[in-house]
């Protein structure tokens, strides 16, 4: 910021601080007795000021000598001990300047918001980004080995309703904030390493603020999307007969052999269960600490370490499972992204995929046209197939 900004600013800010401070004392005037009660209130009882650093190490000849180097003060507030300090002003740990100092097992005497920093730093980071690089690379080489899956039945030209416009409203409005948190989530966790040397500071400074403001008002319209999908498609993932078959022969992935399934395979249910439901539970919910949405939360420095730290294990295990998800329903299977675009697929992809379906659909348990109207093609999956 400019300094010429900068000082009208502080300008304004001090001549605000007067104008309450005129506002206050006429008040005070007014409710003599009350004011005297407050001023008497002061500090608690036993408060001991820290000590200021000597003149010569003040801030203000370091901001000469050194300049951002404020240590004389951090020092005196660490010497002070983990007293904390006081202020008027209402709310948990205001009098709290920096958190007490404590020796973790295995580590130096330090801060817990050091302690974060390094688990943030030292862990978070190096092993989340790993597992997200790690889990591309694998897809990557598999998609390069084996190709699509799929497509091996010829086109019926008979449809099937897969998904009504509803389920692919809450499908596409889930889809589209965990794009958005995901992107702005990697730029903000490792957008330093790859980001910051190509931009520089000052558009990496302005881009990385851009997408936080973004993430934090994507991830509540996420947290409503979330809760509308998992009741939307939560009767279709409960488990059934043939799934633990599918599991047992992981999904034909590493064959090639198609295993019969229900309207969603076991993989799909593994995703909804332990992704969409676990995962995308626990990162909703210590997001919302961390926006502050969640009364009694998020409140000390401590809350909003552990928030931060269970969100970033949770997003990472989130992203890459769903990287999984994502090639399963673009590039890796045939047919599969149709489906949740038009809402249709063909007889012979529910029949290739998803037997156990297709058989249901035949018998008649399963209605063909699941929404009112007719489908594209006003045809229904009744007609008999060559399948057993
Ligand atoms: C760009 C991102 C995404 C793409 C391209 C995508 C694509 C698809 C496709 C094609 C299907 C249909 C699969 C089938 O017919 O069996 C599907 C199903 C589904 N997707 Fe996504 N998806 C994306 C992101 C997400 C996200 C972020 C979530 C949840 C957090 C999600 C949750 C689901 C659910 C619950 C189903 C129904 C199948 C099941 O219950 O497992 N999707 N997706």
Same mark, same amino acid.
């Given at each position: 910021?400019?300094?010429?900004?900068?000082?009208?600013?502080?300008?304004?800010?001090?001549?605000?601080?007067?104008?309450?401070?005129?506002?206050?004392?006429?008040?005070?005037?007014?409710?003599?007795?009350?004011?005297?009660? #407050?001023?008497?209130?002061?500090?608690? #009882?036993?408060?001991?000021?820290?000590?200021?650093?000597?003149?010569?190490?003040?801030?203000?000849?370091?901001?000469?000598?050194?300049?951002?180097?404020?240590?004389?003060?951090?020092?005196?507030?660490?010497?002070?001990?983990?007293?904390?300090?006081?202020?008027?002003?209402?709310?948990?740990?205001?009098?709290?300047?920096?958190?007490?100092?404590?020796?973790?097992?295995?580590?130096?005497?330090?801060?817990?918001?050091?302690?974060?920093?390094?688990?943030?730093?030292?862990?978070?980071?190096?092993?989340?980004?790993?597992?997200?690089?790690?889990?591309?690379?694998?897809?990557?080489?598999?998609?390069?080995?084996?190709?699509?899956?799929?497509?091996?039945?010829?086109?019926?030209?008979?449809?099937?309703?897969?998904?009504? &416009?509803?389920?692919?409203?809450?499908?596409?409005?889930?889809?589209?904030?965990?794009?958005?948190?995901?992107?702005?989530?990697?730029?903000?966790?490792?957008?330093?390493?790859?980001?910051?040397?190509?931009?520089?500071?000052?558009?990496?400074?302005?881009?990385?603020?851009?997408?936080?403001?973004?993430?934090?008002?994507?991830?509540?319209?996420?947290?409503?999307?979330?809760?509308?999908?998992?009741?939307?498609?939560?009767?279709?993932?409960?488990?059934?007969?043939?799934?633990?078959?599918?599991?047992?022969?992981?999904?034909?992935?590493?064959?090639?052999?198609?295993?019969?399934?229900?309207?969603?395979?076991?993989?799909?249910?593994?995703?909804?269960?332990?992704?969409?439901?676990?995962?995308?539970?626990?990162?909703?919910?210590?997001?919302?600490?961390?926006?502050?949405?969640?009364?009694?939360?998020?409140?000390?420095?401590?809350?909003?370490?552990?928030?931060?730290?269970?969100?970033?294990?949770?997003?990472?295990?989130?992203?890459?499972?769903?990287?999984?998800?994502?090639?399963?329903?673009?590039?890796?299977?045939?047919? &599969?992204?149709?489906?949740?675009?038009?809402?249709?697929?063909?007889?012979?992809? &529910?029949?290739?995929?998803?037997?156990?379906?297709?058989?249901?659909?035949? #018998?008649?348990?399963?209605?063909?046209?699941?929404?009112?109207?007719?489908?594209?093609?006003?045809?229904? &999956?009744?007609?008999?197939?060559?399948?057993?």
């Amino acid at each position: 910021m400019p300094v010429s900004m900068r000082q009208a600013m502080i300008g304004a800010v001090l001549a605000m601080g007067m104008l309450v401070s005129a506002q206050a004392q006429t008040q005070a005037q007014a409710q003599a007795p009350a004011a005297d009660a #407050a001023a008497a209130k002061g500090p608690p #009882a036993g408060f001991v000021a820290p000590e200021l650093p000597a003149p010569d190490e003040s801030n203000a000849v370091r901001a000469r000598t050194q300049p951002g180097n404020n240590a004389p003060v951090w020092r005196a507030v660490r010497e002070s001990g983990n007293q904390p300090g006081y202020t008027s002003l209402p709310g948990v740990e205001m009098g709290v300047l920096i958190q007490p100092f404590v020796q973790y097992p295995g580590s130096s005497y330090t801060t817990a918001g050091e302690a974060w920093r390094q688990v943030r730093n030292n862990w978070i980071i190096p092993y989340g980004g790993s597992l997200i690089l790690i889990v591309a690379l694998a897809i990557a080489l598999f998609y390069w080995r084996r190709g699509p899956m799929g497509g091996h039945m010829a086109d019926t030209g008979r449809r099937i309703e897969r998904f009504t &416009a509803l389920e692919r409203a809450v499908h596409w409005s889930v889809a589209i904030a965990f794009v958005i948190l995901a992107v702005s989530g990697i730029v903000m966790a490792f957008g330093k390493f790859f980001l910051l040397p190509v931009m520089g500071a000052t558009l990496f400074g302005w881009l990385s603020y851009a997408l936080k403001t973004v993430h934090n008002f994507a991830g509540p319209l996420f947290a409503v999307a979330l809760v509308i999908l998992i009741i939307t498609f939560f009767r279709d993932n409960m488990p059934r007969a043939g799934d633990t078959i599918w599991l047992k022969k992981g999904g034909g992935f590493l064959s090639g052999e198609e295993v019969p399934s229900g309207r969603f395979n076991a993989g799909e249910k593994i995703v909804f269960w332990g992704g969409v439901i676990v995962l995308g539970v626990v990162v909703v919910a210590s997001g919302l600490v961390l926006d502050k949405l969640v009364p009694g939360f998020g409140d000390t420095r401590g809350q909003m370490q552990i928030a931060h730290i269970v969100h970033g294990v949770a997003s990472a295990l989130m992203m890459a499972m769903f990287l999984g998800h994502i090639y399963m329903g673009t590039i890796g299977m045939r047919g &599969a992204y149709q489906a949740m675009r038009t809402g249709y697929v063909d007889e012979a992809w &529910a029949q290739e995929h998803h037997a156990l379906w297709y058989d249901d659909i035949r #018998a008649g348990r399963v209605p063909a046209q699941r929404s009112g109207g007719s489908g594209p093609t006003g045809t229904l &999956a009744t007609a008999p197939r060559g399948h057993a």
